[in-house]
């Protein structure tokens, strides 16, 4: 049976620790960049415009909608 020498398996298990570490951070920091993309309060004050047209227009359409209804032509 062939084993390694102690000193070449520390340095193996501290390259993987430096490995998983630089895996870790960068993880954390796709996480926090998704959730500054993806926040609703930024989202909505880049999109403020679109989103009101959007609900005046919604809103215009579900009003004539119930008025043609109520109303006799």
Known sequence: MNTLPVE???LRAMEQ???IHKTADELKNK???ARE????????R???VGASVFISLLGF?????MTGIFTDH
């Open 31 to 33: 996480v926090v960049a």
């Open 17 to 19: 620790r430096t490995r």
């Open 37 to 44: 993309k993806y926040d609703v309060t930024n989202l909505s």
């Open 61 to 65: 359409i579900a009003g004539y909608g």
């Open 8 to 10: 070449n398996l520390e």
């Open 46 to 48: 880049e999109h403020f």
